[in-house]
């Protein structure tokens, strides 16, 4: 099956040729089924030998893309794909998608000294987070298969870890920091052809009128907006957000040191090289917009090219606008979660809602209380909450201005207890877990990341023989994961 490559081919200068290095002894671990029948893919065939050829890249003009980023504030001018390839493009009945490697060898774009590999293990948490992420209702990439390589890489620890590819799917890879390279490397013509390129792949059904730059910054600043609402009602932290892993199509991608939040705390933050909170929970949204004025900034000289103050004044009123979209997202999301609903929230019950929705948080931060398993109680059995903190007036006097606030917004039980199932998950990939289940792959058993995965896949619908994975271990809240991937 022969895929496409109009990305690779409209725009030679932003992706490079390169062959992804397969070991002879590279084999399939998993192949996601449901993402293979939905890509029109049969998954039978994927996991043979046909199946693998096909995956990394057979007779496939293969490229390595070219992308800059802002990483941790700093600019890397060239960055690209250090040990990602693309393979091609997928047309399905539904939308062209990108098959994309990573872990696959290095490239043009390496740095010095880089082995251009992936520890199998983060390859799995990136296949694990991805169908969490997926199944809780989040646009993200997904994994299509995790092969293993028979290689070990160094990382960690001196000992060597046995070495895998992620097989990657994804709307596309075009990514803020795609823009930032053509700003510095590419004339505006073809600039303005990637925008147009960018709106047709991802927003076919907007018209791209005589302003393309600035139509697709408005859209990916909407759509930014809903993925880091849904993050934070989800208690999800990226990890990473430079601006090479903010992708055009709003579609969670590279997601490294990230995780679900056990005991909340809005500083959270879990990669170890983020030392001073750059990317913890709570400043999500204001990094996002940061990287969104980067975006702008790639864009301006488009938006207007006669008249820069122009330029500046329009892309500054939609990066504003950032903001309120942000804050109407996430007052969606949160009421959800707390069963009230938000269509009978109009004037004053909104500001009270929006307000409850703080003080929420705040109850959860000051008593480290587990975020996703508050949630769920609240659905379940709120009559145990109050069991929760030490002084049960605090969780009384909450529950009953919840109460109220639902009265307000003629929220119905019924109503409210169907916002609340559809809104807080029983099962989250929670770290320890997840940890423990890449141990295991390590030493060749992949039976617990399977079973962890079964469970995120069907995140609100509770199983019997799965209840250890419903609750956080003891120790989740000193937990960090590594950037060393
Ligand atoms: P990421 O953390 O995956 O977003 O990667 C940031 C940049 O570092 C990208 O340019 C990657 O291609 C590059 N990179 C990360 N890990 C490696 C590696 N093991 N070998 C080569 N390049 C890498
Ligand atoms: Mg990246």
Redesign the pocket.
């Known amino acids: 099956m022969n895929l496409e490559h109009t990305y690779a081919s409209s725009f030679p200068e932003l992706a490079t040729p390169a062959v992804p290095e397969i070991p002879a002894a590279t084999t399939v671990l998993w192949i996601n089924e449901d993402l293979a029948a939905e890509l029109e893919l049969d998954a039978t065939w994927l996991a043979g030998a046909d199946g693998l050829r096909w995956l990394t890249g057979g007779d496939e003009k293969t490229t390595a893309l070219a ?1 800059s ?1 802002h ?1 941790f504030g700093h600019l890397s001018p060239v ?6 390839h693309l393979i091609g493009e997928l047309p399905t009945s539904e939308k062209r998608v990108d098959i994309h490697l ?2 696959s060898g ?2 043009p ?3 010095p000294g ?5 520890p199998l293990s983060a390859v799995w948490r990136e296949a694990v987070i991805g169908e969490a992420l997926h199944a809780l209702g989040v646009p993200t990439s997904r994994a299509l298969a995790v092969l293993e390589t028979g290689e070990t ?1 160094r990382r960690r620890s001196p000992l060597p870890e046995p070495a895998g590819i992620l097989v990657r799917v994804a709307d596309s890879h075009l990514r803020v920091g795609t823009f930032q390279y053509a700003h510095m490397n590419v004339g505006s013509d073809q600039r303005i052809e990637l925008a147009g390129y960018a709106l047709s792949r991802h927003y076919p059904q907007v018209n791209p009128g005589d302003n393309p730059a600035l139509i697709l910054l408005r859209l990916v600043a909407e759509h930014q907006a809903h993925l880091v609402a849904q993050w934070m009602g989800l208690g999800f932290v990226h990890g ?1 957000l ?1 601006t ?2 903010v992708s055009i199509s709003g579609q969670a991608i ?1 997601f ?1 040191p990230c995780a679900f939040i056990d005991g909340f705390s809005d500083e959270a933050v879990f990669s170890s090289i983020d030392r001073g909170g750059r990317y913890a929970y709570r400043n999500q949204p204001g990094i996002t917009q940061w990287n969104l004025a980067r975006f702008a900034e790639s864009l301006l000289d488009l938006i207007d090219p006669e008249q820069p103050d122009r330029a500046v004044h329009l892309a500054t009123d939609l990066l504003e606008h950032f903001e309120e979209t942000y804050e109407d997202a996430r007052t969606r999301v949160f009421a959800a979660k707390l069963g009230i609903a938000v269509e009978g929230a109009a004037g004053a019950p909104y500001e009270r809602l929006v307000a409850f929705i703080d003080r929420t948080l705040d109850m959860l931060d000051e008593h480290t209380l587990d975020f996703t398993g508050f949630f769920r109680a609240l659905t379940d059995t709120p009559d145990h909450l109050v069991e929760l903190l030490p002084n049960s007036e605090t969780l009384k006097s909450w529950l009953a201005d919840l109460a109220t606030l639902r009265q307000d917004t003629g929220t119905a039980p019924g109503r409210a207890e169907e916002l609340m199932q559809g809104a807080n998950p029983v099962y989250i990939p929670r770290n320890l877990h997840l940890e423990a289940a890449l141990r295991a792959v390590e030493s060749g058993d992949t039976a617990p990341i399977l079973r962890l995965l079964g469970a995120v896949r069907q995140p609100f619908t509770r199983h019997s023989g799965l209840e250890d994975l419903e609750t956080a271990p003891a120790r989740s809240r000193f937990f960090t994961s590594f ?1 060393g ?1």
Do not use: M, P
């Open positions: 992308y980023g990483q960055l690209g794909d250090g040990r990602a990573k872990g290095i490239t774009y390496s740095r880089s082995d251009g590999k992936a890489v990473v430079n090479d892993n590279d490294g950037c991937t």
